[in-house]
């Protein structure tokens, strides 16, 4: 890209992300503090959200239709079309995970169905603002789009962009591997939670001109976990399509799972849970309860360290949950051996959190960080 695009990309993204969530109420003091009611009309009905201190914010709406039941590991069903106005005030249940790790005000429990996303826009007029599409962190277990430390409010008003977050599959219920014991139907099962966030990369493709921003200048940004997520999703033909620059933050996801060692975790929960392979259909009658317990006695049974397991980087390893190189939905590792040639020509910006091992070393009990 030319040197004004590049300064323009920098402009936008690196500087603008992190002070955005951190600048004081004194920036905007001087919108209202009431809330006004917000009616947008989307490919699949009418939306009705809040305009609160100069943003319009919608929570929790669905991108996707139920990924439970009989549909536990598969794509989501269609999303199905709704009549009248959905009121979209309130975020979307988190992913199933353990208790208390998400940071949303007012947030539901955690449930299987949960493929939702939050919207902030400064305005829905048809202006083509950049989006910017963003994965939460923890690792690929636990996290949510409603992290009041992640609210993408100031982020939209004060840089006019639009700021898009989801709600994905998480842990063994976004990423266990069945493609060499279920069939084709199950195909690319070890990859459910990126194939979520490319699908809700769909909806924004078809739906953000309504929301005030440009379908064809969208960022795709991610810190820690999110950072390993936007590292496949760069390197992911079903997401290529849909986005055109990325930020991986503290999070590079170099190499993911092999397909081998996601089969052997497979052989692991089958045991752990008393199934015959043969039998693997009984995972989709389990409580999700106790596939989250399985799920973290395996982790601690797994070959993860510490450090790398609270990270996600451990989810590579044998025990772990995470993205697998399968040759469809994740053809390659993301940047191993080199980058994915399906992206070169977006513009990619890296970086990480100023002393951020002090924090891994804590819970590694690694001392030699302090020498």
């Not at 690196?14 to 004194?26: Q, T």
């Not at 239709?65 to 709704?82: M, Q, Y």
């Not at 923890?138 to 430390?149: D, P, Q, R």
């Not at 392979?277 to 510490?306: F, T």
Request: charged residues 20%; hydrophobic residues 40%; aromatic residues 8%.
């Amino acid at each position: 890209m030319d040197d004004l695009t590049r300064r323009e990309f920098f402009r936008r993204t690196a500087f603008g992300i992190l002070p955005a969530l951190a600048l004081p109420r004194l920036v905007y003091a001087s919108f209202p503090s009431t809330s006004t009611d917000i009616e947008v009309e989307t490919a699949f009905g009418k939306l009705l959200g809040s305009r609160t201190e100069g943003v319009n914010i919608f929570k929790g709406v669905p991108y996707a239709g139920s990924v439970s039941g009989e549909r536990r590991f598969l794509t989501p069903a269609p999303l199905k079309p709704w009549t009248g106005v959905r009121k979209v005030k309130r975020l979307g249940h988190p992913s199933i995970q353990a208790p208390n790790q998400t940071y949303g005000i007012n947030e539901p429990d955690p449930a299987e169905d949960c493929l939702t996303l939050n919207i902030w826009t400064p305005a829905n007029d048809n202006k083509k603002r950049p989006v910017m599409v963003y994965s939460h962190g923890g690792g690929y277990t636990h996290g949510s789009a409603g992290s009041v430390a992640q609210d993408g409010a100031n982020l939209a008003r004060m840089y006019d962009v639009v700021v898009v977050a989801t709600n994905h599959r998480l842990g063994l219920l976004g990423y266990l591997y069945l493609d060499e014991i279920a069939g084709d139907e199950y195909a690319g099962s070890g990859n459910r939670g990126v194939q979520d966030i490319a699908i809700a990369l769909k909806w924004v493709n078809e739906n953000i001109s309504a929301f005030g921003g440009d379908p064809n200048n969208v960022m795709i940004f991610g810190e820690s976990g999110g950072g390993l997520k936007t590292s496949c999703l760069y390197a992911m033909p079903e997401a290529a399509p849909y986005f055109h620059k990325a930020s991986i933050e503290s999070g590079p996801g170099v190499m993911m799972k092999t397909a081998d060692v996601a089969a052997e975790t497979t052989e692991l929960l089958l045991k752990q849970l008393g199934i015959a392979r043969n039998d693997w259909r009984k995972l989709l009658k389990l409580p999700p309860s106790v596939l989250l317990d399985a799920q973290e006695q395996l982790q601690k049974m797994g070959d993860l360290s510490q450090i790398a397991g609270f990270h996600g980087i451990g989810a590579a390893g044998k025990g772990g949950f995470g993205p697998v190189v399968d040759g469809v939905v994740l053809p390659t590792h993301p940047f191993d051996p080199v980058a994915p040639s399906l992206s070169k020509e977006k513009p990619l910006l890296v970086g990480w959190n100023e002393d951020e091992f002090i924090f891994f070393a804590m819970f590694s009990g690694d001392t030699e960080a302090s020498n």
